[in-house]
T-cell receptor, first 114, second 109 residues
Framework: DVKVTQSSRYLVKRTGEKVFLECVQDMDHENMFWYRQDPGLGLRLIYFSYDVKMKEKGDIPEGYSVSREKKERFSLILESASTNQTSMYLC?????????????FGDGTRLSIL | GIQVEQSPPDLILQEGANSTLRCNFSDSVNNLQWFHQNPWGQLINLFYIPSGTKQNGRLSATTVATERYSLLYISSSQTTDSGVYFCAVDMNRDDKIIFGKGTRLHILP
């Protein structure tokens, strides 16, 4: 089974802090994704990556950056956290190439910015 | 961009009842996936179903790609079926996946 591991289930940080959310997958997947989930808005794509050192903006990239130095790890960075970034963050991965494959999700990180 | 609409937005049923959840999409898609998000926030894969019908126990799904919709059937509902059900589609043109806003299902004991 595919395993997608997010470093924290719950995280509390203060406004202005630099916050790192880590995601690791163990299936050698090319594609990795970061979403945030908010009540009434569903899942919204922040960034995705289809290869090491490659990244693409999703629908709501403002206030975030990402890093993919190794294939198995995709990090989401909040450069200067703000209260409107309080949310549930979900990481996903899937195999790339022709014929696209299912997405697999981590357990999520509930981030609170005080 | 593509629109993914799920209905109904909320559903409350008695244990043992059957239900049908619908996902409409506005453009051709490469694939479609159904997820269940449990009360702890975990997203679980249910089906990966670009077309046709699949069954897994009490759950089944049908996608009619030419008519741009998919249906998720839950039979003999149990309280553990409660949560939010999402459909997500991926496009032919790039690697982005678009989610619907989900159907919140609450099964009463």
């Amino acid at each position: 089974d595919v395993k997608v591991t997010q470093s924290s289930r719950y995280l509390v940080k203060r406004t202005g802090e630099k916050v790192f959310l880590e995601c690791v997958q163990d299936m050698d997947h090319e594609n990795m994704f970061w979403y945030r989930q908010d009540p009434g808005l569903g899942l919204r794509l922040i960034y995705f990556s289809y290869d090491v050192k490659m990244k693409e903006k999703g629908d709501i990239p403002e206030g975030y950056s990402v890093s993919r130095e190794k294939k198995e790890r995709f990090s989401l960075i909040l450069e200067s956290a703000s209260t409107n970034q309080t949310s549930m963050y979900l990481c996903a991965s899937r195999s790339g190439g022709a014929g696209n494959q299912p997405q697999h999700f981590g357990d999520g990180t509930r981030l609170s910015i005080l | 961009g593509i629109q993914v609409e799920q209905s109904p937005p909320d559903l409350i049923l008695q244990e043992g009842a059957n239900s049908t959840l619908r996902c409409n999409f506005s453009d051709s898609v490469n694939n479609l996936q159904w997820f269940h998000q449990n009360p702890w926030g975990q997203l679980i894969n249910l089906f990966y179903i670009p077309s046709g019908t699949k069954q897994n126990g009490r759950l089944s799904a049908t996608t009619v790609a030419t008519e741009r919709y998919s249906l998720l059937y839950i039979s003999s509902s149990q309280t553990t079926d409660s949560g939010v059900y999402f459909c997500a589609v991926d496009m032919n043109r790039d690697d982005k996946i678009i989610f619907g806003k989900g159907t919140r299902l609450h099964i009463l004991p």
